[in-house]
Each structure stands twice: as structure tokens, then as C-alpha cells.
T-cell receptor, first 115, second 115 residues
């Protein structure tokens, strides 16, 4: 199993450009999440999904959109990138909440720079 | 509003010593408290987790101590080794909630074990 994979690993955007980050998991997990990690800030939840076709906002959703058309994929979109969106983005997945093991498995991250 | 406060920001420990990282939370509805370990360039990985019905959990050299009345929990790394050098994040979530239970993270502790 590959676990959680993210594409691309690195990206540089100019202000106003758009892009989509792709997350894929092969563990048949119900839940998927997008976090951003900034120096000294820990990880903050952007959006999450409890199943195919459903998404919801997290702590810092502004400027991002997401889609979960297939259970194994979770896409994060930036419609008009801003320098404040320079960050490392992590995708994670887990089984349904309430189970004994609610571990979230993280991907390797995407380092995004917006100039 | 920071719901999980972590200290210290950075920590230097001699090889063989005990590393201690502390966290405090505000939301009394939290009932799942994991610790994640992150190496440079990698995604976070679950190290150990606890639920508030126990006051301590030990896995190898890693122990979580939990104080529900004080709303505090800590990670102890016994016999610290250079390979333990990493960034450690405490987190909290609503384990048994009906939602996606995205994690609320502390800001992280950069741990260096000196040989």
C-alpha cells in the first residue's frame, strides 16, 4: 500500500494564478482532511470530507475549495493564489470517527510558494 | 483562539535523558489526545494517543500523562536518543463525535537530542 500520496511535491505560483492539489489514499478510508502548516503555527484544518460527495469547512477555509468525487481522492483548489497561502499543505485520511483506532494518516506534503 | 497550547517551543536534551513536552487544552468536549512526530520533509505520524478515561499510557520509551481536572497532558520520552530528534505536536479532537473530528494541533516542539 502506498498510503496517502500527494501531487505535486513542490509548486511556485504567481499571485492570482490557480492550481489544484491532489490527494489520494489506498486504505479505503472514509474521512479525508486538508491541513496547512506554517512555521510556529502547527497544523490547521482547511477543509474535510466525511465521504464521497461531501465536504465541509475547517478552521481556515477562506481562499480554498475542495471536492471529493471519488472516495480515494480529495482535491484542494486555490482559485486565485495569494502570498498568504504560501505554506506546506498536508492531506490526511482516517477511518470513521468513533472507532477504536481513529489515527489520521498523513501524506508527505506539498510545499507551495506564492510570489 | 488557540485551543491547544504546547510548550516549550524548542527543547535540547542530552542522550539518555528524559524529554518532557507539555500541552493544555480549553475545550472540555475533547476526548482524544494524540501526539504526532514529524521529521524534516515528512508528514506527521502518530506516536501515541490517549483517551481521558486513563491517566497514563506507555508504549516503549514514550509515555503520555493525562490530568483531566487540570486539562493538561504531557509526553515523556525516556532514555532519549538522537533518532528522537524531531518536531512533536500534541493534538486533540472529539473522538466519539459524529463529525469528521479534524485534529486541533498545538504549535509544536522542536526537540534536539545531543549525543
Amino acid at each position: 500500500n502506498a498510503g496517502v500520496t500527494q501531487t505535486p511535491k513542490f509548486r511556485v505560483l504567481k499571485t492570482g494564478q490557480s492550481m489544484t492539489l491532489l490527494c489520494a489514499q489506498d486504505m479505503n478510508h472514509e474521512y479525508m482532511y486538508w491541513y496547512r502548516q506554517d512555521p510556529g503555527m502547527g497544523l490547521r484544518l482547511i477543509h474535510y470530507s466525511v465521504g464521497e460527495g461531501t465536504t465541509a469547512k475547517g478552521e481556515v477555509p477562506d481562499g480554498y475549495n475542495v471536492s471529493r468525487l471519488k472516495k480515494q481522492n480529495f482535491l484542494l483548489g486555490l482559485e486565485s493564489a495569494a502570498p498568504s497561502q504560501t505554506s506546506v499543505y498536508f492531506c490526511a485520511s482516517s477511518y470513521r470517527s468513533g472507532l477504536v483506532n481513529n489515527e489520521q494518516y498523513f501524506g508527505p506534503g506539498t510545499r507551495l510558494t506564492v510570489t | 483562539q488557540q485551543q491547544v497550547k504546547q510548550s516549550p517551543q524548542s527543547l535540547i536534551v542530552q542522550k539518555g535523558g528524559i524529554s518532557i513536552i507539555n500541552c493544555a487544552y480549553e475545550n472540555t468536549a475533547f476526548d482524544y489526545f494524540p501526539w504526532y512526530q514529524q521529521f524534516p520533509g515528512k508528514g506527521p505520524a502518530l506516536l501515541i494517543a490517549i483517551r481521558p478515561d486513563v491517566s497514563e499510557k506507555k508504549e516503549g520509551r514514550f509515555t503520555i500523562s493525562f490530568n483531566k481536572s487540570a486539562k493538561q497532558f504531557s509526553l515523556h520520552i525516556m532514555d532519549s536518543q538522537p533518532g528522537d530528534s524531531a518536531t512533536y505536536f500534541c493534538a486533540a479532537s472529539l473522538y466519539s463525535g459524529g463529525g469528521a473530528d479534524g485534529l486541533t494541533f498545538g504549535k509544536g516542539t522542536h526537540l534536539i537530542i545531543q549525543p
